[in-house]
């Protein structure tokens, strides 16, 4: 069983469609989480750590469950320019940080 | 803009060779991280340096390995290339429990 799984994708989505990205993982000792996103040949970049109450930042929304090892991430009024890839990650923290990655899953917003 | 800048941007190697690619970390992180990232999958950890010192390993073989400096700059060494090695290999810097910030990465063709 892979660490960090994700829906596999890819999402083709609708302007202005609300769309939900799933992904859990295997190590119940992870300390912290994260979405990152990740355009065509480009490297990842932050989008929004995720906490056990939740977080928004504008039409972002994040959920952890740490009792089912579940991380998600919806993201509502789609705009063209989500259309990226969006990585889940977890922090095992074994040896410091120790950033595990999800495959990715493929957003594709259609006008 | 990222703090984290990585060269050469790109490079061509042939099976056998050996390369050396670099990373300068953001100011202030004193843990980088390798990864490696192949076409169409997420980032598969190679190993982290803190202080100078390898503070933890992915599953990759011995002819991978890598050198941090008092500047906390950072070198990642690929030996008898072989053509699998082929990929996008990033580079990140963090601080403790917040996420990683990337390098835009260094694209390694092995032909």
């Known amino acids: 069983r892979k660490e960090v799984e994700q829906d596999p994708g890819p999402f083709n989505v609708p302007e202005g469609a609300t769309v939900a990205f799933n992904c859990t993982y295997s190590n119940s000792a992870s300390q912290s989480f994260f979405w990152y996103r990740q355009d065509c040949r480009k490297e990842p970049k932050l989008l929004m750590s995720v906490y056990s109450s939740g977080n928004e930042d504008g039409r972002f929304t994040a959920q952890l469950n740490r009792a089912s090892q579940y991380i998600s991430l919806l993201i509502r009024d789609s705009k063209l320019s989500d259309s990226a890839t969006y990585l889940c990650v977890v922090n095992e923290g074994n040896y410091g940080q120790n950033f595990v990655f999800g495959p990715g899953t493929r957003l594709s917003v259609l006008p | 803009e990222t703090g984290v800048t990585q060269s050469p941007t790109h490079l061509i190697k042939t099976r056998g060779q050996q390369v050396t690619l670099r990373c300068s970390s953001q100011s202030g992180h004193n843990t980088v991280s390798w990864y490696q990232q192949a076409l169409g999958q997420g980032p598969q950890f190679i190993f982290q340096?803190?202080?100078?010192?390898?503070?933890g390993r992915g599953n990759f073989p011995p002819r991978f390995s890598g050198l941090q400096f008092p500047n906390y700059s950072s070198e990642l060494n690929v030996n008898a290339l072989e053509l699998d090695d082929s990929a996008l290999y990033l580079c990140a810097s963090s601080l403790v429990d917040y996420g990683y910030t990337f390098g835009s990465g260094t694209r390694l063709t092995v032909v």
């Open positions: 340096y803190y202080r100078e010192e390898e503070n």
